[in-house]
């Protein structure tokens, strides 16, 4: 055999030495080994796939001889032999072999259910062969666009968090990848086809990517290069009839034909460049495919439902036992898989139809605008994100089912035993789905609180039934008089827009005693006590809060109350433009219910109001806040700094610098028509660009004025003294942001990172 070449490879400031490069990539698998594989296939009784997907898996393979050998029954075994892995109420089998990296797609992950996601994931079907499980699941896009903004999706993030690119730029991928073969599918009736998705190592494979991008290119460019040579750019060709798998594994091929070519030039060259180690390391990884499936005698599940949750159990004992995924996506994981099981069981308790469409509003299947039609017997409830929230906790807590779930939830995480706060917290990250992205700010005091017991209260786990309405108001009269179902309903409605916009947080003794403008709190208690307490029948002032808070709550942004700070330059930070967004203190005396200051200025609610009016007896008078003028009328300068910015522009007069105010929505951004159709994350990507770019343009622009300070003379400044100024405060207000950005990564990494940063530690997303 040819001698490997030994490469030196510049990559992140470094050199790396890389000695292990074969002179010739991995042959692609030809139309008769393709044949070969599928054939064996077949012959397996054990192998129940549909041919389009054992076409998919045979595509992929760099060993096509050796897969075949894997999946032919012997004499001793039907199932031939192939890897066996008993997992809950199911034996998996599964192939392991090494495909090409441009063949394997990333599928939805686990984690992704509590995350921020601006590109939902697919519906996630299961399907069955003859009416038994089958290995494969089925996903289900809007369209095209939206199977290439999740690919994006899916590999940008995961590199944004952890990446392995100089581990595997050094000796390529180590560990197998877990995948199976998909059918993607499409609501727009855009033809289907199959596909390899990976379900464990999408690190490894973003990673891969970005070797294959070459070091100077970010998450961003990685991700667009994994999309593009996984669907190429063919929309605009496809034709009625056209055979939309075929054009796209086709598409993948001419694409390997190019690298293919680039790395030959390289390699037969009298000095190969480092392109010949990025594209040799990340050609192809080595993968388990799982292939068949045989149910388990007395299992819960439907045939439909098994394999998925047979590839969530695998994952579990990896991430949850082992190397774990964080709080939040373990608590996703634990509470939909639990009642994905209640519903199999078929309880005569409760309507399985009911269930699996509590279960779709949970998981995100089934939109907000539907709660008309899933809850409208009687009385339509609106179709608000908030009374999502109300309809989910009322079906979930239900107490024959809450201790059904409970039981399902403590047999999946492997305790043995789980209180209120411990379904609380299983119930924050599904709870605050629809609001996630928007709220980002305070979703980590969000989920404490629903760790502290959120609004499972006693009565709210006992029997009652939501009341629709359009005005929580009119529930407080009723709550007064002892109907349950209103104070449950304004405890669960306002008590969920408490904690979504931090103004209920699980309380620490260091907020005792400190101003309520400061985050103060009057006394120590748990969250859902507080609720509790509010929601008291003889509670006027807590049912009147939360009525006034449920009313005001918003999906879409975050109240003023919840105290986020702007930065040095003076931009909100939630970055909205609409109406301003305030929650009031509750006054029983006047009219409209709205404390005011002697000067009749609404004042605002803070978190030491909301735990007083729990239990106004206990509550002592709040800590006057530090001297404040009084509230004057608003200002040309107060509204500027609410809507934008100062810089100093060139008068086109006297051709002085002036300070000229600029909104915040006439700032340039590098956004076309195109780019806005494009989701937040692909657009920042963009903006990072042009950041680097005009950053970059200012250090030039400097270095050319001071080149020039010499041949000025002494009867004009070089720059005068008012634009610099005014360019010192914008580079104030940029370092700023910059360093709370690199604060707040550095911290996410410390969290996250491999102590060895290697691929071969167990991989931190998938």
């Given at each position: 055999?040819p ?5 030196e490879?510049?990559?992140g ?6 000695s292990?490069?074969?002179r010739?990539?991995p ?9 070969l ?14 041919d389009?997907?054992?076409a998919a ?11 075949a ?21 199911a034996?998996?089998?599964s192939?392991v ?13 686990p ?13 996630v ?10 290995a494969?699941?089925?996903y289900r ?7 290439r903004?999740?690919?994006?999706q ?16 050094t000796r390529?991928v ?5 995948a ?23 690190t ?14 970010d998450?961003?460019e ?16 496809l ?7 075929r ?12 690298l293919?070519k ?20 990340s050609?192809?990884?080595?993968a ?17 439902d098994?394999?998925d ?24 994981e634990v509470?939909t ?9 078929g309880?005569?308790?409760?309507s ?5 469409d ?9 939109g907000?605008?539907?709660l ?19 309809y ?40 605050d789905?629809p ?10 005091q969000?989920r404490?609180?629903?760790n ?9 786990t006992?029997?009652w039934?939501p009341?629709p309405?359009t ?13 349950v ?5 304004l ?15 699980r309380?620490?003794?260091?907020s ?11 006394f ?6 507080v609720?509790?307490?509010?929601s008291?029948q ?16 918003r ?7 919840s105290?986020t ?5 003076g ?9 301003p967004?305030?929650y ?6 006047a ?15 803070y978190?030491?109001d909301v ?5 106004p007896?206990?509550?002592p008078?709040p ?5 404040t ?5 608003e ?15 060139p ?29 937040p994350s ?18 030039d622009?400097?270095?050319h ?10 009867h ?5 003294l008012?634009l ?26 410390h ?9 071969d530690s ?5």
């Amino acid at each position: 055999m040819p001698t490997p070449l030994s490469l030196e490879v510049p990559w992140g400031g470094e050199t790396i030495q890389v000695s292990n490069i074969g002179r010739q990539l991995p042959q692609e698998p030809t139309a008769e080994q393709v044949s070969l594989v599928t054939e064996a296939a077949r012959s397996n009784p054990g192998v129940r796939l549909p041919d389009a997907a054992l076409a998919a898996i045979a595509r992929t393979t760099t060993r096509p001889d050796a897969l075949a050998v894997q999946l032919r029954p012997t004499t001793e075994d039907p199932s031939g032999v192939l890897l066996v892995e008993n997992v809950e109420g199911a034996t998996l089998h599964s192939a392991v072999t090494r495909v090409l990296t441009s063949e394997l797609f990333p599928g939805p992950q686990p984690r992704t259910g509590m995350e921020v996601m601006e590109v939902p994931d697919p519906q996630v079907h299961g399907l069955t062969h003859d009416g038994r499980p089958s290995a494969i699941v089925q996903y289900r896009y809007k369209d095209l666009t939206h199977l290439r903004n999740h690919v994006w999706q899916t590999i940008h993030a995961t590199l944004s968090i952890n990446s392995y690119a100089t581990s595997i730029l050094t000796r390529s991928v180590t560990r197998n990848l877990i995948a199976h073969p998909v059918e993607i599918t499409f609501e727009d009736d855009t033809e289907s086809f199959h596909v390899l998705a990976v379900r464990d190592g999408i690190t490894r494979l973003a990673s891969a990517w970005a070797v294959l991008a070459g070091p100077g290119a970010d998450a961003g460019e990685a991700a667009a290069l994994a999309r593009d040579a996984l669907l190429g750019d063919i929309s605009g060709s496809l034709s009625s009839g056209s055979d939309l798998g075929r054009q796209l594994s086709e598409a993948r091929e001419n694409w390997r034909g190019e690298l293919r070519k680039e790395f030959d030039e390289e390699a037969g060259s009298l000095a190969p460049g480092p392109r010949t180690a990025q594209i040799f390391q990340s050609y192809v990884v080595p993968a388990q495919i799982a292939v068949g499936i045989d149910g388990h005698a007395g299992r819960l599940l439907s045939p439909e439902d098994l394999f998925d949750d047979a590839i969530r159990s695998v994952l579990a004992s990896i991430h949850v036992e082992f190397k774990q995924w964080d709080a939040a996506a373990q608590n996703v994981e634990v509470i939909t898989r639990a009642l994905k099981r209640v519903i199999q069981t078929g309880d005569p308790r409760w309507s399985t139809a009911q269930l699996q469409d509590v279960y779709g509003l949970a998981v995100g299947r089934i939109g907000v605008d539907t709660l008309p039609e899933l809850f409208g017997a009687d009385t339509a409830p609106p179709a608000t994100a908030l009374w999502r929230a109300v309809y989910l906790v009322s079906a979930l807590t239900q107490p024959d089912l809450l201790d059904v779930l409970k039981d399902q939830a403590k047999a999946i995480k492997g305790g043995q035993r789980m209180s209120v706060k411990g379904f609380g917290e299983l119930l924050g990250p599904v709870i605050d789905l629809p609001w996630r992205s928007q709220k980002k700010l305070v979703t980590k005091q969000a989920r404490n609180a629903w760790n502290n017991g959120g609004v499972l209260t006693s009565a709210v786990t006992d029997e009652w039934t939501p009341q629709p309405t359009t005005d929580f108001t009119t529930l407080v009269e009723p709550a007064m008089r002892g109907d349950v179902d209103a104070r449950c309903t304004l405890a669960v409605a306002g008590g969920v827009a408490l904690i979504a916009d931090k103004l209920l947080t699980r309380n620490v003794g260091s907020s005792l005693g400190v101003a309520k403008e400061k985050g103060g709190v009057p006394f120590r208690s748990d969250v859902h006590r507080v609720i509790e307490g509010l929601s008291r029948q003889d509670n006027e002032l807590g049912l009147w809060t939360l009525a006034t808070v449920a009313n005001t709550f918003r999906s879409d942004d975050l109240p003023q109350n919840s105290v986020t700070k702007r930065s040095l330059i003076g931009k909100e930070t939630t970055g909205s433009t609409s109406t301003p967004y305030i929650y009031f203190r509750v006054d029983l005396e006047a009219e409209d219910k709205i404390a005011r200051t002697r000067e009749g200025v609404p004042e605002m609610l803070y978190e030491w109001d909301v735990v007083a009016a729990s239990d106004p007896g206990r509550a002592p008078k709040p800590a006057l806040p530090f001297d404040t003028p009084p509230a004057g009328p608003e200002t040309a300068s107060d509204r500027e700094e609410d809507t934008g910015i100062r810089v100093s522009a060139p008068d086109s007069e006297s051709g002085t610098y002036e300070d000229a105010f600029l909104p915040y929505e006439e700032v340039p951004a590098p956004r076309t028509e195109e780019s806005a159709l494009l989701p937040p994350s692909q657009r920042a990507a963009e903006h990072r660009k042009h950041l680097r770019l005009h950053v970059q343009a200012a250090r030039d622009s400097l270095d050319h004025l001071l080149y020039l300070e010499p041949e000025i003379g002494a009867h004009t400044p070089l720059v005068p003294l008012a634009l610099l100024d005014d360019l010192h405060k914008l580079l104030l207000g940029m370092q700023t942001d910059m360093e709370n950005l690199r604060r707040k990564i550095t911290d996410d990494q410390h969290q996250d990172d491999d102590p060895e940063g290697s691929e071969d530690s167990e991989d931190l997303l998938s």
